[in-house]
């Protein structure tokens, strides 16, 4: 046997053992995945347990370095245990925008001090971030955002607002865009770091069409952003006033994390789990098996694009790609889980629909190709960039 073949068989007994038989089922949505932080609460024991022995592993991050919290695993081996886990169903371990966009910019440019102080905070669940980036003004021009650190010497007074700040409410820190030179717009912002439980920041949930209340308004009212944090840890990331590269950066793995959603995790077909419809409506079975074939190949294209992006052979634009086909993709899978489901998916509350998941999850999906940068700006910049095409 290879090396790689011995990992695989190693992982393989390792998750069959360790995963509880509750981790080995799909959860039903946000309420059910582990966000972990200091306002979490588990579901069950098993999704305590399951977080707890991955995180002692270092599997949470399973390609980060080890001093870290990380697993220290090759690219080769965090793809066999990602393949492993899809072929037991096992739940991700922990949900996190720290490991999805915080911390592989911390990687990239943060201080040896912040690295040490919350990346193994997040590779173990202890610390749920949110992002502070969009603004009433600045949505896709997000350079424009407005909101202001004034230096006071030891500290930031940061005054301002954000907005579609996914769960701010629940999050225990923010990453956050903060101009701190007004006098250029791109060499003016600064990636900032600081708790929300401080003076002067306050959420309120925004109701969406499906119900939910996912996204905050997050204002900041004369927040005082200490300049040095305990143990010598700077609470801006990179330079000051070059926050924009970081921002940048980041962006491209949040793209990469939102244009998953296309790809359903690696999930069974669409086709597999509406086999009544298989039988009997023709006209819906070769919409499925289409979709089934593009989801297929949009999970190759990912796995692609994930290769090449963390070698640094990627084009910078290419995240917007995979975002637009990401988004546009699960919006057409819900609308085929809608026409499968006929009538009874419109219902809205009964216990029969899971509280009208189906309807709910599919009007989630609208947002989609708003969050993260429009489709139309995605198609831009890919026009632009990628295709070299002639702007206005």
């Known amino acids: 046997m290879t090396d790689l073949e011995t990992f695989a068989s190693e992982t393989r007994s390792w998750l069959e053992e360790n995963c509880p038989p509750e981790m080995r089922k799909p959860s039903k949505g946000d309420d059910e995945l582990c966000w972990g932080g200091r306002k979490f609460e588990f579901q069950s024991d098993a999704q305590k347990q399951w977080l707890e022995v991955m995180a002692e592993r270092g599997w949470t991050v399973p390609d980060w370095p080890a001093e870290y919290g990380g697993g220290g695993l090759s690219r080769k081996e965090a793809k066999v245990l990602k393949r492993e886990m899809a072929r037991l169903g096992c739940r991700a371990p922990l949900s996190s925008f720290g490991i999805w966009m915080l911390g592989?910019?911390?990687?990239?440019?943060?201080?040896?001090?912040?690295?040490?102080?919350?990346?193994?905070?997040?590779?173990?669940?202890?610390i749920r971030w949110c992002q502070g980036y969009s603004e009433p003004g600045s949505g896709s021009d997000l350079v424009s955002l407005q909101t202001f650190g004034e230096d006071k010497g030891d500290h930031y007074l940061v005054n301002g607002s954000k907005i579609w700040t996914s769960y701010a409410d629940k999050a225990d820190w923010i990453f956050c865009l903060v101009r701190t030179n007004k006098e250029d717009k791109y060499r003016g912002i600064s990636f900032m770091l600081y708790d929300m439980e401080s003076e002067g920041v306050s959420t309120k949930p925004i109701q969406l069409i499906s119900g939910a209340s996912p996204f905050c308004e997050t204002f900041f009212d004369d927040v005082k952003v200490p300049k040095e944090y305990e143990g010598g840890v700077s609470s801006v990331v990179g330079e000051v006033n070059r926050g924009w590269d970081v921002a940048k950066y980041l962006l491209g793995h949040e793209r990469?994390?939102?244009?998953?959603?296309?790809?359903?995790?690696?999930?069974?077909?669409?086709?597999?789990?509406?086999?009544?419809?298989?039988?009997?409506?023709?006209?819906?079975?070769?919409?499925?098996?289409l979709f089934d074939v593009d989801s297929l190949a949009f999970r190759s294209h990912a796995e692609r694009f994930m290769d090449e992006w963390k070698s640094g052979k990627a084009h910078p634009a290419y995240s917007n790609l995979m975002k637009y086909q990401g988004t546009e993709l699960n919006k057409r899978r819900f609308e085929l889980v809608m026409a499968m489901g006929g009538s009874d998916a419109l219902e809205w509350e009964s216990e029969a629909s899971k509280g009208g998941s189906k309807a709910r999850s599919w009007l989630r999906t609208k947002g989609n190709s708003i969050e993260g940068g429009t489709s139309e700006v995605m198609l831009n910049v890919v026009a632009k960039r990628i295709l070299e095409m002639p702007g206005g």
């Open 104 to 126: 592989p910019a911390l990687l990239q440019f943060g201080s040896e001090e912040q690295k040490r102080r919350f990346l193994p905070e997040i590779a173990r669940g202890e």
């Open 256 to 289: 990469e994390m939102i244009s998953g959603m296309g790809g359903d995790g690696g999930t069974a077909s669409l086709g597999a789990g509406f086999k009544h419809v298989m039988e009997s409506e023709s006209v819906l079975r070769g919409q499925m098996a």
